[in-house]
């Protein structure tokens, strides 16, 4: 097995719902599987804003089968938490 395929760490994704007047901002961040090699603790952290929480539920959703996570609820989520997902889900499976 190759040593950059080796998964030592679970993946996930986290996001956080916050209202606000008007509407619904959505962040979306992976933690560093390697904080310690990089300074920053993020791969990503990405803010989104929809005019209402269905919207962002639905967006949140969309995010999350598409980047390998299971069973996740069509509505209704907390306002934060976190998701499994399975690792490189978009990469190509001729590797």
Same mark, same amino acid.
């Given at each position: 097995?190759? %040593? =950059? +395929?080796?998964?030592?760490?679970?993946?996930?994704? &986290?996001?956080? =719902?916050?209202? #606000? %007047?008007?509407? !619904?901002?959505?962040? =979306?961040? #992976?933690?560093? @599987?390697? @904080?310690? !090699?990089?300074?920053?603790?993020? =791969?990503? !952290?990405?803010?989104?804003? &929809?005019?209402?929480?269905? #919207?962002? /539920?639905? &967006?949140?959703?969309?995010? +999350?089968?598409?980047?390998?996570?299971?069973? !996740? @609820? /069509?509505? #209704?989520?907390?306002? /934060?938490? /976190?998701?499994?997902?399975?690792? &490189? @889900?978009?990469?190509?499976?001729?590797?």
């Amino acid at each position: 097995m190759s %040593p =950059l +395929l080796h998964i030592e760490n679970d993946c996930a994704i &986290f996001y956080r =719902l916050t209202t #606000e %007047p008007g509407s !619904v901002r959505l962040r =979306l961040w #992976e933690m560093h @599987p390697h @904080p310690a !090699v990089n300074p920053q603790p993020y =791969l990503y !952290v990405v803010n989104y804003t &929809f005019k209402n929480r269905h #919207e962002a /539920e639905q &967006f949140l959703h969309d995010h +999350l089968i598409i980047n390998g996570a299971f069973d !996740v @609820p /069509e509505t #209704e989520w907390p306002s /934060e938490g /976190e998701i499994a997902i399975l690792p &490189f @889900p978009t990469w190509s499976n001729a590797l």
